[in-house]
Every structure is written in C-alpha cells, then in structure tokens.
C-alpha cells in the first residue's frame, strides 16, 4: 500500500485526536493496524500528533524500513521512543472498547505519566466510517467479486440439497472468487463464520446477536445461520455472505426459491425493493440515519408486513449498518441515531421479511455515499431466483 | 447438553474459585458461555460459590426457563441478584484476558462495594485444561470427522492447482464432513480463517504469530497460509486445518508430496515421526512440558535438522499445545514451561521441519492424556502420501 494512503488514513485520526486534545495514539488490533500500517503485525503502530508514525513489531522479526522498530515487549516503549527523539505522551488514547482489559492495564502501566484515554476505539472507528478513494476503490472490486460469486448459485444447487450443503457450495464459489473468508466484527461477542444461508422457518430462529436474521445454527457454540433442514419445495432461502475479498467486509444479501412461492411471498419481496428504492432515493449527504430508519418503517407498516420485518420471533431494529474493514461500522441505520450520511461512507442496506412458512425474503446491497447520493455498488438481480429453472 | 456436565464443569470453576477466596464469577465470553452453559448467548453467566448458577440473558429473548432471567443491561445485575435471593459479591471475577477493557470497566462497575478480579480467564482456562469425559469423548468424534475429511484429499488434488485452490477443497471437505468453520484462538490478535495450506517455500515465510508455520497468505489483511503459489512438482504441502466439529477444536496436519521429494525431506519427515514417538512413549501424567520439548529439540539436534525445525527464518519455540474449545490452550510444550501434564488434557504435538526448496514436512496429532500414557486420537496414514499416485 503507497505510503501516502496510509498517511492519509493517519491524519484524519490526528484530527480526531487533536480536537480531543490527545497527542498519541498506540495502536495494537488487527484491525487498526490493517488501517493506519496496511496489514496485520504483532507489535504496536505508535501514532504521533506531531510527528510521523513509528512501528514497533514483534513478528514477524524479518520486517525492517525507515520508522520501523523491533521490540520484544511494550515494556520497552518509553525507551525506544526515546531513542527515536520523540517525547513521551501526556494524553494517550488506546483502543478500549477492542483492548483486553490485561492488555490495555499493560499497555497503559507503560506510561505512569501520562493521562491514559480509553477512546481510541471510538475515534478510529470514527476515522474509518469515512473511506479514502483507495478504499472505495477496494470496496467496488469486493463487490465485483462478491457478485460474481453469487452469479453461479443457481448452478450450485441440486435437487433436495440442506441449507448446509447449498451454504457450503456457496461458500467453495466465494473463496475462488478471492474471499479472504475471514469475517471480521466488532465486538468480540459477535461470532459467525462466513455469513449466513437461511431457509423456510429456520429465518425465524432468534440470534444471540443484534443480526438481520438469525437461524439456529447446527451447533450451541455457533449459533446462528443454516441448521442442516432441508430446503423444501415453495421455500426461499436467503443467502447472506460476508463478502470479505481484500480486506474490505462488502455484504449483500439474494433470495432464491424452490419452486414457486406464495404470492405474499413475491408482495414482501416487492415490498423490501420499494423500501430499497425509497431509501436510497432519499439517501445523501446531510440525511439522518433515523429518518431513513423511519421511511421503512413507514413503507413497511402501510404495506402490512411490519409484524415480519426484520424477523418475527425477534426483530432486529435496524435496516441496515456501516460496513468497512469490520461489518458492523458507523453509521446504523436505525431509530433515534442522528448521524447524518457523509460522502464516503458505505453501508449495507438490508430490508428484510420473513414469510413464516415460506421463509425470509427481501435484498441487501452495498451502497457508497456520493457527494450527492448515493451509489449501488453489488450490482446484480434483485428477483427472487427459482432454483427449479422458469 | 445434561445438567449435570454443566454442574461438573462449574464445579471444577467453583474449586479454584474457593483456593483462591473468589466468591463469584462473572461470566461473558462466548467461549466461557459454551464451558459453563452449553451454548453461546448475549448475556452472563452468574457462577457463585455457594448457590446454583444463574444466566441472565439479553437475547435470545425466547430462552427462558429455571434460573434463567431477562436482562437488558449488566446495570441491572444487582438488582436481579437480589430478587434471586442472592448477595452480592464480595470477591468477584471477571474475565481480564477477554473482555474488551470497556466492558470490564463496566461489568466491575456494577460491584462497587466489591473487589473485583481479571484472574477469571486464567481460572476458567485453568479448568477447561483438563476434559470431561463428555468433552473427551466429543473430542474422539471430532478426531473421527478431521480424519475422514483429510482421507479424501489425494481426490480433491489436481494436476497444476495452486495452494489456494486445494485449502479451498479440502475447506469443503472439512464442511462436508460437519467442521463448524469457525476458528477459535484465545487471544484476540491470532486470527486464522480454517487453518493452513503450506507448500514448497511459502512454509518458509514467517507469521505475525507464534504459529508453528507461517506462509504469507493472500492479502495483508490476514497474513499467513496459502499464497496462491502453484504446487511445482517435487514441492510437499501441508495441510493443517482446525478441526472445530462440535465446539473443540482437534488439530492435525498431514503432509502431501507432488511427485517424489528430495531424500532429505523424507529423512527430515521420518525425524518429525522419531520425535512423535519418543515425545508419546514418555508423555504421561507426571512428566513436565519442558521435559517432553527438550526430548524433541535433543533428537532433532542430532539428526542435523535444528536449523529448520518449526520454521527456518523465524522458528517457533513450542512442539505441542494444549487444545479444546479454542485452539491454543494448556498446557504448551515449549522451554521453561514446568507444567506437567494430567489426565484429561487433550494437546495437539507437532514436530515439523521445513527443507529449503522442497516444504514442510512433519506430522501434527491430536493427543489425549489417560492416567498412565497418552492416547492418539487423530489416525491415520501418516507417511508423505503422493498426490500424483505411486
């Protein structure tokens, strides 16, 4: 990654910093890592107000370069800033909501003389919502890919094929598209594997997480997704995968049949692309995320499927969320979040409906914020796709 | 899950809990929820020392039943301990090494008239070191399933594939036969997607972590395993993928040749399998972590191989690691490591050499302590299987 994209990335943290009155930031997650140095080390990205950023990597030993230091244990740190000239911090900020406790004791026991902040999270996250070029540039091949993997799963299916067999399918054609498959959260709760395949009833199984949807799983340890049920004659099934391809969580949701479904079916279908259609007519710079939030909610509740939306057992209370190196990131749109749409964000937009008896319905794409709007970037069919062939 | 694997597991918790004056445990990370619950939900795991355990769960909001309560935040915790009938802490544990130090501060908030302690991951992980009959025999299964997935990788190889294309085979062979996907690593930076697919040079490339091999991987994002290199003719590949069939994480690494190696690669494989012995024959309960690592580096030192044992430019300094619901547990056979080993420990014993030019050679067993001995719970052929046939 050119040097200068990561100084872009880097100053727009400092601008968050400066106006917080922090003069350093230690940055020890992957994922921020992934942001501010452009992939994973062990070690530590030390982040200046007012001077350029320093690395201190553990492993791999092999990685050398201008600003780019070996230690052994964070133990270390005031040393070697001092060998590099740089002052030590009065205000710290490290990253406290992805920091172990211990971690973050450690870390901040490095430095008794500064005022230690946990809120580096927070700002970074804040840093992220908003991509570079290179970024969305990243994100639009992720969803080139993540597109053409779901080109083929009508040729993915046979006939009386579980949820977890078609998943697994699904999931083979993503990886040859270049999916990284590792699916990244935020918040270390939040556990799946590569997304989520989910058929008939099993949509209307209740997650352990804020999701979409949830699906009971085929195990207690991972709850959540296809369950191993057959996928039966007039029902949909959704698949959902994170589209992870060059680090960037793209996500975008499809519905397919087995057969024909009921008509209520093929109405909530329509009725979660006319919500699509509203909001993103809506969608621009300056909108709230609330009043997005409600524009479904409006649509949904006249077109009489609001008891379904978002599940039924248990309905999730968004219509769709932030997505970057993580795919839960600002903004949420949902009830009572004033966050106004930025150009540059992305976000998944995700309205969907369960048809008990048939199964969840509904679309989810990829969307950047335009200066002026905002643009699809998961381009793809948006009707529901019958497996059986027309 | 019965009740009762539940009350033993929580008892063996309860115990350590008691040597060491804690009188409850708070617990909230999926990992621990699995231990002490049987299944992972968005919520907390009450554990005192006196009184039966109590969840208390904000979703799903359909689980219900005796000592079970609704939760909508962990502010309430007192006030629903108190309608229990129970009193509040006095020494309470948290998990340190897990939890984010946002939710600690929070979770520790709740108590302010107790002493509040971060040992609850080192306790718990303490516990779940020695298995359970349930957890051993769930263990034999998972074994079972990790090697009949890995009988069909001479199949799933193609003439030219690279070493993407065959992680992606037998990722869906290790699906088909039931592997869960997800990878469990304690430790939030160690993140892996299903394991690793080593050939020729790429064992050579060293990781952020403190894995046995690295391999550089597709992208900066998650650095290690496959490249996408082609297999050249000559060159071994090794496969080593988490086997996470019910919740337990088996581990086990085969090694597959295109055509024939060099004689050193087989010598320096058939070190790997002296080492395996040897390391078996004294492994009992009684004997120390660093007693069984010397073993190996003595005879690996005499056969000429130290060099490239456990990698070449960065090498690991373990041979084994202890397995379970996550795949870095205790005990670990590394240098300094005292710890001797019990009956019920389950660890992962993996000599490997990495010849220049060639590959990693080398075997990885799943491994179960039994009062006098060891048992293998991972057969199968363990000779470097041809891919080109013989």
Known sequence: MLLSELIQRRDKIRDLMFKEGIDAALIATNVNLIYTYGQVVSG?????????ARLFVKRPASLTGEHIHPIRKPEQLPELLAQCGLPLPTRLMLEGDELSFSEYQRLAACFPNAEVLPCGSRLIRQARSVKTLWEMETFRRSAQAHAAAYSVIPQLYQSGMSDV????????????????????????????????????????????????LGGK???????????????????????????????????????????KLSQQAYDAHQCCLDIQEEVAVAAKPGISCESLYQLAIDRVTKAGFADCFMGTKQQAKFIGHGIGLEINEAPVLAPRIKQELEPGMVFALEPKIVVPGVGPVGIENSWAVTVDGVEKLTTAPEEIIDLLGD
């Open 44 to 52: 530590y990205l030390y982040l200046p107000l007012h001077a350029p």
């Open 165 to 212: 067999q078609l998943s697994i399918e699904v999931e083979r054609a993503m990886r040859q598209q270049g999916c990284l498959g590792i699916f990244r959260v935020f918040g270390q709760s939040m556990e799946i594997f590569m997304g989520s395949v989910l058929s008939g009833d099993n949509a209307q199984e209740a997650s352990p997480y804020d999701f979409a």
């Open 217 to 259: 799983g085929v195990d207690g340890s991972i709850p959540g997704g296809a369950c191993g049920r057959t996928i039966a004659q007039g029902e949909s099934v959704m698949v959902d995968m994170g589209g992870n391809f060059f680090g960037y969580m793209c996500d975008m949701s499809r519905v397919f049949s087995v057969g």
